[in-house]
């Protein structure tokens, strides 16, 4: 049975480990706002670029041009965005989840499958078992820049011209709220056409606008740096995301801990009482025999 | 009377919104200004400075390192990759930059290196330098 002193051990050990999970929590809410704004900074470059892409799309861009034009798929690469630390629940591991369940069900197998790992935890997973390694970007998280995000469109749209893989799947976090992320498979590459068409805000004619150097030019000028604008923005989302898993799982931490600190005192206060009513009872049945004597 | 709006924008955040008089862009075909009414344009752009002519204020001046303009209905819309004000650069780290692009080149055959990633970061240095120097004083008021 546990001693008193055991006992009380074990409270003060897990009061510090609260301490801990406290604090973390109150630092990833501090980060999760930052990177709330960033999130909301990052909108109207995004938002710009694609509504001018949309006015500048042809048909024949939207046909021929190597962005936009399904081709023959025979590999595809996946980007698998997570955290680069852990901490933070199930944050990571849903999206290794869907990554093995979309490879499974939707590609049938690894076959033809290049993991393109964004994040330390989701390289790591691919890259220790039977996965082909398109490239990685790990630690980035912890300073987030928007070179990073020019580093891995630029890796990307290399695989992709030079045909090492003919579709782009990206799996990542988004951010819903604080307590809620939803994971989003979207195709990265070539990029939905219906996307643009949708957005064709001109049903009338365009205006005349003057081109310098010429629409062709500007249009594959603009494409990948639309790219790179959406990667930034994912690789924002997932930021946030995984601020706001980390906040709820310290929460829940800093709970548990709270109640295992209450019944470990209820424990103590018990065991205490029992070794008072037994030492009483000593000394009064001490008493009684010498009295008895 | 219809003023003219501009927008610059990039992709951490908006770096300015408000009515002008004009702005000049050093576009891909050379620079050009935009006054009001100006025919609807869409150009790209390269390294180098955007002035924004301001009512009953100094003008301000960006350093950029290139991205896209669209003109339409008195409406600016600059799309660039970074803007920096003139009153925001750092000029011992451009000076930095620009020493570390220089050796870089220099060193081309020796280290394994970007050459045009090291003549992009060349190029800017030398843009924030020649602004700062250009302007530093007239702005500084």
Known sequence: MATLRDIKGRIKGVQSTQKITKAMKMVAAAKLRRAQEAIVNARPYARQIFELLSHLATEDDLANNPYLKNKEVKNVAIVVVTADRGLCGAFNANIIKEANRYIKEELGGNANVSIFGVGKKGYEFFSKRDFKISGKKTGIFSSLRYDYSLEIIDEIIKGYLNDSFQKVIIIYNEFKSII??????????????????????????LPNYIFEPDQKYIFNYLLPKHLKAQMWRILLESNAAEFGAQMTAMDNATTNAKELIRTLQLKYNKERQAAITKEILEIVSGANALKSA | MADLFLEIVTPSKSSFSGNVISITIPGAIGSFQVLKNHAPIISTFEIGVIKVELLNKAPEYFATSGGTVEVLNNKIRVLADTVEPLADIDLNRA???????????????????????????????TNRIKLVEKYQNDSSL
């Open chain 1, 180 to 205: 809620q992320q939803k994971i989003v498979v979207e195709q990265f590459l070539p990029i939905p056409v219906k996307l643009i068409a949708e957005n064709i805000s001109y049903p009338v004619a």
């Open chain 2, 95 to 125: 000076k930095l930059s620009l020493e570390r692009a220089k050796h870089r080149l220099e060193n081309r055959n020796v280290e394994d290196i970007n050459i045009a990633r090291a003549e992009a970061a060349l190029a800017r240095a």
